[in-house]
């Protein structure tokens, strides 16, 4: 019930009991396997496992049916990483069942996670995404055929949006499909399409939901800066997890108050400079493990470099630096010239981060919104919005 208390409660998807309520939401090119292990390192802190379930980068059924070599290495997971969670994204019915069934051949996932949350217009303009949950019978058809190719062992869960706009939402209905054809829980993103990543989330949507999908367990994603804010969404909405996602972005420790707050400890990450230095320091170490190529782990490490350092008397000048590093003794020299005794800075550091823009036009093809079924026309271009997607 909403007003609830949010004391430690576990998690339970499928046959996986995890025993921090907190899951990493998939973000596109952020949420590698190295970014993975770090939040894991952090969330093992105070937590009886790793504090949380911790979710691939999107993929692309189509990809991996396709059979490309990147999309493949994105969902093979570390042997530290269990459960092993995937996130897939499919506009066919067909595509995601034997991309499911091939993930099951091959054996890389202990639970896969559907995306129908993104907003990007090149996606959504054909049909894909966010916009996708209003066409209810293809939305179903999609849900079923994931659940039926994973089986019992592999639970699906999926993630969504409050609707297209406020005159279109979808909420309520992919929630109740999801329960009845089989799916292991749902998470809602508490904005909808039109509203992309600005405004406030919604958690009166996410209390809706809750009091609506009484069967399966519902996650509420938006907003979720800290662990007290992830207490007080599962307090007002009576959710039963929370899905975080850009409020740990340069700051992979919040998974290390997630599991203290939820645990009912005080115990809160206030790192120092050198302490920043030290984690950003560590992820340069995980990328090269990852990508088993030290120029291409800190190529890909420059992107957060100003979430790292956000708030911290960094100047502009040594940030370029850092974002233009060229290898990990580049790196370990810029960082040397840091005041790395300069404490935690407190309210400068915290807060949202990360991309939110303002409202956007929804963006979906012609005459999409006048009914839910697919139309033949639809259908027979929905296939391009597979063809480069992200985020949700």
């Avoid at 600005?198 to 009091?211: N, V």
Wanted: charged share 25%; aromatic share 6%.
């Amino acid at each position: 019930m909403p007003g609830s208390s949010a004391a430690r409660r576990t998690l339970t998807i499928g046959p996986h009991t995890i025993d921090t309520p907190v899951v990493l939401a998939p973000m596109a090119g952020i949420t590698n396997m190295a970014f993975r292990l770090l939040c894991r390192e952090f969330g093992a802190l105070h937590s009886e496992d790793d504090g949380g379930l911790y979710v691939s980068e999107m993929v692309t059924t189509r990809a991996l049916v396709e059979d490309h070599r990147e999309s493949w290495r994105l969902v093979t997971m570390g042997e530290r990483e269990t459960p092993r969670s995937v996130q897939l994204y499919g506009v066919d019915p067909a595509t995601v069942r034997r991309a499911v069934e091939m993930i099951r051949e091959r054996d890389l996932a202990d639970h896969i996670d559907l995306n129908f949350g993104c907003p990007v217009p090149k996606v959504t303009r054909r049909g894909g995404g966010g916009v996708l949950p209003w066409k209810t019978e293809l939305f179903t058809r999609i849900v079923s055929a994931a659940v039926e190719a994973a089986g019992p062992e592999v639970p699906v869960t999926v993630k969504t949006r409050v609707g297209i706009d406020d005159e279109h939402q979808t909420f309520r209905d992919a929630g109740l499909i999801a329960q009845e054809v089989g799916a292991a829980a749902i998470a809602l993103h508490g904005r909808t399409v039109v509203q992309h990543y600005s405004g406030q989330a919604r958690w009166q949507a996410i209390t809706e939901l809750k009091e609506l999908v009484t069967d399966i367990p519902v996650l509420g994603n938006g907003d979720i800066w800290s662990a007290e804010d992830a207490i007080e969404m599962m307090k007002q909405t009576g959710c039963d997890g929370v899905v975080v996602g850009r409020g740990c972005q340069g700051r992979p420790w919040l998974f290390a108050d997630l599991a203290a707050g939820f645990a009912g400890k005080p115990d809160r990450v206030r790192p120092t400079l050198g302490d920043v230095a030290q984690t950003l320091r560590r992820h340069a170490e995980l990328l090269v493990e990852y990508f088993e190529d030290e120029g291409r782990a800190v190529r890909d490490l420059r992107k957060h470099v100003a979430w790292y350092f956000k708030g911290y008397p960094v100047g502009g000048e040594m940030r370029h630096r850092l974002a233009t590093m060229e290898s990990l003794a580049d790196l370990d020299a810029k960082l040397a010239e840091l005041e790395l005794t300069s404490p935690y800075p407190g309210a400068a550091v915290e807060g949202p981060r990360g991309r939110a823009g303002t409202p956007k036009k929804a963006h979906v093809p012609e005459g999409w919104m006048t009914s839910r079924e697919l139309s033949p026309e639809h259908a027979a271009r929905l296939h391009e919005a597979e063809l480069d997607t992200s985020g949700g």
